[in-house]
C-alpha cells in the first residue's frame, strides 16, 4: 500500500488569507473549518497551513514566541483541535509549519539566552565574539537583507539571525535545544497533526567555524542584498542530515506522519534530503523547480527528465507551482498558461502542491506603498521582492471583501473579486476553478496520473508531451506553451486516443491529416489524452 501522501495533493492555506471568521481583517481556524467542504469538493488530500502559533508577526508567524500553542489572532488550540476532527472526519489531512531554524525574538528562551553569558539557555542560539577590531564576526547576510548579525550590547556579543534581528537563529548543535524542538514534533503528533512542512531545512546548521562566505561574482543590487555572497558555509551543512533523520524518526514512530523540507537548492543537492535507507531524511524535499523555470517546452523537458533522473533509490518525487513567497503562476506566464500550468502540475509524477487562490487563477496584486506589510519588502523596497502581492485574500463570493471577511481586510484583494471568486466560477465551465476540480477528479479516476510511471518526456516545437502509465492504463499529456496553434504528431502507442480534458474546452478540433495521428492544439490548449 502506498503512502497517502504519494497519491494525494497538497494545497497550501496561508491562514491570514483564507477565511476570517470574526471581522477583524485576518483570517483564522474557524474560517478555514468552515471552508472545509469547499477544499473537500475542490479534490485535495491534505492542507498544510503556515504557522499559526503566538508570535509578535515581524514575519506574519515565521518569527514563533510558542511552539505548542495557538496565536490569539488565529484562535484558540481547541479551534486547532475542532479543524484537526473536522478535517479527519472528511478524510482531509493537517499539516503545519513547522518553524526550526529560528524563533521570535519575544521567545522566552531567547530571553533567558540573551539575559546573560552564563545563563543555561545562553548556548540555545548562536552567540559569536566580535571580529577582531569590531564588527560583526563574518561577513554572513540575512536572506532579508543586511548583516545576519546582531550585536547585543548588555552582554557585548553579536547573535545570528538568518532573517530578521527579530528571528534569531537557534544553535541545533546544542542536544538540549535539540531536545526540546524533538518534544515538539511530538507535541503536536500526540494532538492528531498528519505531519510538517519544515521551514528552510536547509538553514538549520551552520558551519562550526564560521568561516566568511565567498563573495558572489555573479551578484548585482537588484537580486537583493543578500546575493552579495554565496552562501556556502552558512546552509546546507552535512550534519543537518542527522537531525531530519531523527525527525523522520520521530514521524514514523507515530504511524508514518509526513514531513516535508523547504529547501531552495540545486537539484543535486536537493537530493540529499531524502536521506540514505539506514538515516532516512524527510519524504518530501520541495522541488521549486517550476516556479523559476523558464515557460519553454524544451526546459521544461529537461528540468522534467533530470529531476526524475536525479531522485534516489525510493525517493518520490513532488512538484510546486506556487506559494506564499514567490510570484503567483498567472502573473508568471498569464492566464491561458495559468490553465496549462495547472494541467501540467496535475499530471506529473509526483506530489503536487496547490497554492491557496491559483485556482481561481489570481494574480500578484499590486499593494499601495502605504498598505505594504512585508519586511521583506520594506527592507529592500522597490525590487519586486515583497510578498504581500502574493498572500492577498482569498475570494470566496461577490459580496463585501469577496466573502473573506465582514471587516476591512489586512491586505487589500484582487481588482476583479467580484467576477474572480468561488461562486461566480464554480457556476462557469470555462473558468479556471471547475479546470482544476476536473483535473484533481481524474487523478482519483485514473491510477497512472497519480502514481503511474512516467515515459516519453519531450519539448519540441512549443510542446512539452510525457506518458502516464500503470497496470496497463496509458494517458498522454501534451501541453502548447504558446499562444499559437501547433499541430502534433500522436506517437504510435496511442492507438486509439480519446480526449479526457482540454484546457480550452470548446476548441473546435479536426482530424488535421485525415488519419487521426495529429491533432491540432488550440493556442494555449493542453490535453489529457486516454489510450483506450
Ligand atoms: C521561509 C518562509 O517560507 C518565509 O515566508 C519566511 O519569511 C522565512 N522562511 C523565514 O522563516
Known sequence: MRPWWEVGVLYQIYPRSFQDSNGDGIG???????????????????????????????????????????????????????LIEAAHARGLRVLLDLVPNHSSDQHPWFVESRSSRTNPRRDWYIWRDPAPGGGPPNNWISDFGGP????????????????????????????????????VLRFWFDRGVDGFRIDVLWHMVKAA????????????????????????????????????????????????????????????????????????????????????APWRADALAEIVRSYEAALPPGGWPNWVLGNHDRPRIATRVGEAQARVAAMLLLTLRGTPT?????????????????????????????????????????????GPHGGFSDGEPWLPLHDDAAIRNVAK?????????????????????????????????????????????????????????????????????????????????????GDEDGDGRTILLAPDEGVILLNE
Open 425 to 509: 466560477q464554480a457556476a462557469d465551465p470555462a473558468a479556471m476553478l471547475p479546470l482544476y476540480r476536473d483535473l484533481l477528479a481524474l487523478r482519483r479516476t485514473h491510477g497512472a496520473l497519480a502514481t503511474g510511471d512516467i515515459a516519453d518526456i519531450t519539448g519540441t516545437d512549443d510542446i512539452l508531451s510525457y506518458a502516464r502509465t500503470e497496470n496497463g492504463e496509458c494517458l498522454l499529456i501534451a501541453l502548447n506553451l504558446s499562444g499559437g496553434e501547433r499541430r502534433f504528431v500522436l506517437p504510435d502507442n496511442m492507438e486509439h486516443p480519446r480526449l479526457l480534458l482540454s484546457t480550452v474546452p470548446d476548441w473546435r478540433r
Open 209 to 292: 567555524d564560521f568561516r566568511d562566505n565567498p563573495v558572489n561574482p555573479a551578484y548585482s543590487p537588484e537580486m537583493g542584498d543578500m546575493h552579495r555572497v554565496l552562501q556556502t558555509h552558512s546552509t546546507d551543512q552535512p550534519e543537518v542530515h542527522a537531525i531530519a533523520a531523527e525527525m523522520r524518526a520521530i514521524a514514523e514512530a507515530n504511524g508514518g506522519r509526513l514531513l516535508i523540507g523547504e529547501i531552495y537548492l540545486p537539484v543535486d543537492r536537493l537530493m540529499a534530503y531524502y536521506g540514505t535507507a539506514d538515516a532516512p531524511g524527510v519524504q518530501l524535499p520541495f522541488n521549486f523547480q517550476l516556479i523559476d
Open 28 to 82: 483564522d481556524l474557524a474560517g478555514i473549518s468552515a471552508r472545509l467542504d469547499y477544499l473537500v469538493d475542490l479534490g485535495i488530500d491534505a492542507l498544510w497551513i503556515s504557522p499559526i502559533f503566538p508570535s509578535p508577526m515581524a514575519d506574519f508567524g515565521y518569527d514563533v514566541a510558542d511552539y505548542c500553542d495557538v496565536d490569539p489572532r488565529f484562535g484558540t488550540l481547541a479551534d486547532l483541535d475542532r
Open 354 to 398: 496547490l497554492y491557496y487562490g491559483d485556482e481561481i487563477g489570481i494574480a500578484d496584486v499590486v499593494v499601495p506603498a502605504a498598505q505594504v506589510k512585508d519586511p521583506r519588502e520594506l527592507r529592500e523596497p522597490g525590487l519586486g521582492l515583497g510578498r504581500d502581492p502574493v498572500r492577498t485574500p482569498m475570494a470566496w463570493d461577490a
Open 148 to 183: 545576519a548579525w546582531d550585536y547585543d550590547e548588555a552582554t557585548g556579543q553579536y547573535y545570528s539571525h538568518a532573517f530578521l534581528k527579530e528571528q534569531p537563529d537557534f544553535n541545533w548543535r546544542n542536544p538540549a535545544l535539540r531536545a526540546a524542538m524533538m518534544d
